[in-house]
């Protein structure tokens, strides 16, 4: 293999090429015994060389799936490594799936064997064991000890080392072909099975050397990896990170990732948009907790950051009077936050769901660089991206250089506030999902991937999301209304967590809200409003009137068919764990809407007056 080229042909020749050329010292940095321990790109070569060895020894042969259950960490990676040396495909599954989905996932890949990291994720597995013929044999990650009766990880990784495997890995990887099958990824999904996207070398490189490449990163950064790898969106960045130098560390869950933010102090990491609605929720509750004075202060310096967006996002330099605000304003307040997020963050991927351009805004304003994209899985992931020089916020970005963007004809004939059906052709774009050839004909013609997704372009070319076309609904009096829009909205009001907004065939549209407690719990003692309870309190007449209020203040700038007219209070907020979230933190809408069925008639059997023109 030629490891000197900077276009790599495959995922082999990327990983092997970063390792010849940057030869890092602390090229990962993995928790172990209480800190982060450096793990040189030499050595991590080598493990996953022996890991390849053991593997084969276990019989995964080129073409072979082989499944991997974990959380982020150092041996996920290496194992991904390990299994495209041997030409195999890797099939990653969320490790928070439940245990029908994970017999579903394996037994539709076939995959012979699976890595997995903990005593939970093996009790799983062996609760279906007997319904999975072909799984051969299963890896731990974590010593369960010889009870366990399955072999560890670590254990294979050693037993391989000598004598050298580096070598022959090398060149059994350099066999690896651009067309070949990479991996084969579940789609989480809000209905039905999961649908095996299959990937293949050439998908994923393309899109890194088209997407990553416009951004300036290099051995002295430092990426904080927390979203799964098993979905394309952080593996394929984690690619980008090890192909440009950057020494790339794991977080140890999201409960962990305050603490790991503070002890990794990352310049560059990839979240989804719920991640940075808390940090601005946190920062608001702080602000109101605050005396009257912190709280004047940051009003100010908010309203000087926020002056001095437009100058960051074009890289202009500011008036004088301006700068010399904007640099007290970052010395009084904005630091301070920044230090949250370990003090040297200078840019923030974020994708997977639509940011409110309100929240881009608040965190420009303080210093931090967040710049939106938008993909799928289908399409490895990234299709459009903001990145420096070009970034509008509100907009996913222009479309990236070797990928071509047009739209359906769908719903021309109404405003383009619902937009129409964005569809992809491009290097990066899928060959299909694995067998199955009825959604393949469905979503794939003449090389043309329909997304689902609905949006327009604005004049500039950049492109704005409006919704899912399968969640588009229309009210009674034949108005289309995108709901991910209106939600999207709420993002940037600090009462609300999270929103569904409901309205098929509805008189009107309403929506189910989970309020932020910590911030309505706050209002409430400044107002006297006595409560025992969260039920309590979002039943409380004077609450539910102030909620409305911050409602009808939000959509007051929408078309009347499209304003929110009704809401409900609830007092849990959607989680994975009750399954009203997608492991990528999507609302699973039916689940919620059946779950909250009651709640839902109710709202339309109050009186509401009904908008002119819904």
């Known amino acids: 293999m030629a490891t000197s080229s900077d276009s790599p042909a495959t995922l082999n020749e990327l990983l092997l090429n970063a390792v010849d050329r940057h030869r890092k010292p602390d090229a990962f940095l993995s928790k172990s015994q209480g800190r982060y321990q450096p793990v040189s790109s030499e050595e991590a070569l080598l493990q996953a060389a022996a890991l390849a060895r053991g593997l084969e020894k276990l019989g995964i042969a080129r073409g072979d799936r082989l499944a991997i259950l974990s959380d982020n960490r150092l041996e996920w990676a290496l194992t991904d490594y390990a299994v495209l040396g041997l030409g195999a495909v890797g099939v990653p599954i969320y490790p928070t799936l439940l245990e029908d989905d994970l017999e579903y996932i394996l037994r539709d890949s076939g995959a012979k064997g699976i890595v997995l990291s903990s005593a939970d994720q093996l009790r799983k597995i062996r609760n279906i064991r007997n319904e999975l013929p072909d799984l051969r044999f299963v890896l731990a990650m974590d010593p369960l000890g010889p009870e366990a009766d399955v072999e560890n990880w670590w254990d294979v990784v050693r037993r391989e080392r000598e004598p050298d495997p580096v070598h022959a890995f090398r060149e059994r990887a350099g066999r690896a072909q651009a067309a070949e099958i990479a991996t084969i990824l579940y789609t989480s999904g809000t209905t039905g099975n999961p649908k095996g996207v299959v990937l293949t070398h050439s998908n994923i490189v393309s899109n890194i050397q088209a997407a990553v490449d416009l951004f300036p990163m290099g051995t002295h950064d430092v990426g904080l990896s927390f ?130 351009a309100d929240v881009a805004r608040f965190f420009w304003a303080v210093g931090l660089n967040v710049y939106e994209g938008y993909g799928l899985t289908e399409t490895s992931p990234v299709i459009t991206v903001n990145y420096p020089g070009k970034t509008r916020l509100g907009t996913v970005g222009p479309v990236i250089p070797g990928v071509e963007v047009r739209l359906g004809s769908d719903y021309s004939n109404d405003d383009d506030r619902v937009g129409r059906e964005i569809l992809v052709r491009g290097p990066n774009v899928s060959p299909g999902y694995y067998h199955l050839e009825d959604e393949n004909r469905e979503s794939f013609t003449d090389g043309w991937f329909n997304t689902g997704d609905l949006g327009a372009f604005d004049a500039d070319g950049y492109l704005v999301i409006t919704g899912r076309k399968k969640y588009l609904f229309k009210t009674s009096g034949g108005k289309y209304v995108p709901p991910e829009k209106l939600e999207n909205l709420f993002q940037a009001q600090p009462y609300v967590a999270q929103a569904l907004v409901i309205g098929d065939r509805r008189k009107f549209v309403s929506a189910l809200i989970v309020p932020n407690f910590a911030l309505l719990e706050a209002y409430a003692h400044g107002h006297g409003i006595s409560f025992s309870s969260r039920a309590d309190l979002a039943a409380h007449p004077e609450i539910r009137s102030f909620m409305e209020h911050q409602v009808e203040t939000l959509m007051a700038h929408l078309p009347p068919h499209e304003r929110v007219r009704q809401i409900a209070l609830l007092t849990h907020e959607f989680t994975i764990a009750s399954g009203e979230l997608s492991p990528t933190q999507k609302i699973r809408r039916r689940v919620v809407e059946e779950r909250y069925r009651d709640t839902i008639e109710e709202i339309y059997q109050r009186h509401a007056p009904q908008p002119h023109g819904a």
């Open 227 to 356: 979203l799964p790898l098993s979905h394309i969106f952080e593996r394929m960045l984690d690619y980008a990170y090890v192909r440009k130098g950057v020494s790339l560390a794991y977080a140890e869950s999201f409960d962990a990732l305050p603490q790991n933010l503070l002890e990794v102090r990352p310049t560059v990491m990839a979240v989804v948009p719920r991640v940075l609605e808390r940090v601005h929720e946190k920062v608001e509750e702080m602000v109101h907790k605050g005396p009257p004075l912190k709280q004047k202060i940051f009003r100010w310096a908010l309203r000087v950051g926020e002056a001095a967006v437009p100058y960051r996002l074009e890289a202009l330099k500011m008036p004088l009077g301006l700068g010399l605000r904007r640099a007290l304003a970052d010395r009084l307040v904005f630091s301070k936050i920044r230090e949250r997020l370990g003090g040297q963050v200078t840019v923030i991927f974020s994708g997977s769901a639509p940011l409110a």
